[in-house]
């Protein structure tokens, strides 16, 4: 079945510097993927959606120039959380729609510190 | 454009069954549910498309309304591996391809 990976797994950092997240669709092009948050004990929440070639559109509250996504291939889009803060400190996933499904990542956790 | 689901948190005996509930106030082109353990990305457990589906597998099944703004994630005789956060969730064409989970629903199993 359709596999996307996601790394790192978990990542700590210093506040005020930035962090990459990929993630890759392995047998399959993925034209569109979706990047959510997941602060403990809540709900993940929708914080972008990654168009291959084009820009990506950002759920309202989201701040676009803080978290920065890239899709330049149809098997890769990056989540950078630029400038991080402890607040940023969550569960960040990425899924890709297969067909009438969606396929998560296994996530990435941030701590930052 | 997030389903609400209800109850926010139950715990029961193992043996027991759970009724899990996801109500929108429009009509969903879909309907997935997920389970998420501690730490873990949320694993797929099923989909309807069709107003009026009921499917199941095992012991956990699952029904979409007619009018498709209500899903119910049934569990019977629950073991203890049960035990996680349950999400519904709708994508496709309704939402801009753009997949909403629901707001989450904890379940705990005790023996």
């Known amino acids: 079945g359709a596999v996307v990976s996601q790394h790192p797994s978990w990542v700590i950092c210093k506040s005020g510097t930035s962090v990459k997240i990929e993630c890759r669709s392995l047998d399959f092009q993925a034209t569109t993927m979706f990047w959510y948050r997941q602060f403990p004990k809540q709900s993940l929440m929708l914080m972008a959606t990654s168009n291959e070639g084009s820009k990506a559109t950002y759920e309202q509250g989201v701040e676009k120039d803080k978290f920065l996504i890239n899709h330049a291939s149809l098997t890769l889009s990056t989540l950078t959380v630029t400038s991080a803060h402890p607040e940023d400190s969550s569960f960040y996933i990425c899924?890709?729609?297969?067909?009438?499904?969606?396929?998560f990542g296994s996530g990435t956790r941030l701590t930052v510190v | 454009q997030q389903p609400v689901q209800s109850p926010q948190a139950v715990i029961l005996r193992e043996g027991e069954d759970a009724v899990i509930n996801c109500s929108s106030s429009k009509a969903l082109y879909s309907v997935h549910w997920y389970r998420q353990k501690h730490g873990e990305a949320p694993v797929f457990l099923m989909i309807?498309?069709?107003?009026?589906e009921q499917k199941g597998h095992e012991k956990i099944s699952a029904s979409f309304n007619e009018k498709k703004q209500q899903s119910s994630l049934y569990l019977t005789a629950s073991q203890l591996s049960y035990s996680g956060t349950y999400f519904c969730g709708t994508g496709g064409t309704n939402t801009g391809n753009q997949f909403y989970f629901g707001t989450g629903t904890s379940l705990t199993v005790i023996p």
């Open positions: 309807l498309l069709k107003g009026g």
């Open positions: 899924s890709a729609r297969t067909g009438h499904g969606y396929t």
